[in-house]
């Protein structure tokens, strides 16, 4: 036995097949418009963050040229530093000699304190004789 369906049934069944097709296509249509909203608005806010990375990029590359400036100045002060350093150092050790002289420390201590060579030492002592001589001489 067969199911016998009744042209009305047929009908009515067709009908609400159709309505319901009808129905699904107005939905997706609304969810294709809802998401092609949504895609508009991530490709504004993707734009927009391309140009903002663009503008980063760009302002990175001037702090690396300016920072590469201030390395190279910093590595100048540090040779010129270094210059004058080495100039004054003689002198420094020149001028600590005839204090230690003027306290009466000895040629050993003065060699051994300031790194010069006896030679240079007696030449300050020698210095120091003259200078009280001619402090004698004049009174």
Partial sequence: ???????EVL????????IFLLMSLVAMAFMYNHFHQILTQQDEIITSMQTDLNAMCS???GVG?????LEERTQRLVQR??????QEAPERSYRH?????RNGANLDQIMSDCGLARGEA???????????YNAQSNY
């Fill in 11 to 18: 009908m009515i069944s067709t009908i609400v097949v159709g």
């Fill in 81 to 86: 530093q270094d210059a004058l350093e080495t």
């Fill in 65 to 69: 040229e300016h920072l590469r400036k």
């Fill in 1 to 7: 036995m067969t199911p016998y369906l009744s042209p």
């Fill in 122 to 132: 007696e030449l300050l002592m020698l210095n120091k004789s003259i200078d009280q």
């Fill in 59 to 61: 302002g990175a590359v």
């Fill in 97 to 101: 000699a005839i204090k230690m002289l």
